[in-house]
Nanobody, 121 residues
Framework: QVHLVESGGGLVQAGGSLRLSCAAS????????MGWYRQAPGKERELVAT???????NYADSVKGRFTISRDNAKNMLYLQMNSLKPEDTAVYYC???????????????WGQGTQVTVSS
């Protein structure tokens, strides 16, 4: 199936920037919409941004104007550029991929293991 591995997390001061990457492997032809989610300790996992295979994007209100999601289908990569970071952005960020359903694709989604983003005040 599809395997996802995130990278690029780290510690940054408020107002700073980070760029997260997600590398997809396996049956990548099955991937349709991809997205980033985040989860802080004691909180539910929440949607950050999504991007379709055609490049249409959607963002949570809390990150609009600050974060940019993008993908390179040829390289099987997903990115999240995070600018003007705030302490409330601190969370584990997860890569997600939806799958099409056909003879070789299960239709089940895939999750990465997550990468920690910590924003200090």
């Amino acid at each position: 199936q599809v395997h996802l591995v995130e990278s690029g997390g780290g510690l940054v001061q408020a107002g700073g920037s980070l760029r997260l990457s997600c590398a997809a492997s396996g049956v990548t032809i099955c991937i349709s919409t991809m997205g980033w989610y985040r989860q802080a300790p004691g909180k539910e996992r929440e949607l950050v941004a999504t991007i379709t295979s055609g490049g249409s994007t959607n963002y949570a209100d809390s990150v609009k104007g600050r974060f940019t999601i993008s993908r390179d289908n040829a390289k099987n990569m997903l990115y999240l550029q995070m600018n003007s970071l705030k302490p409330e952005d601190t969370a584990v960020y997860y890569c997600h991929a939806d799958s099409v359903t056909n003879f070789r694709c299960s239709g089940y989604s895939s999750w990465g293991q997550g990468t920690q983003v910590t924003v200090s005040s």
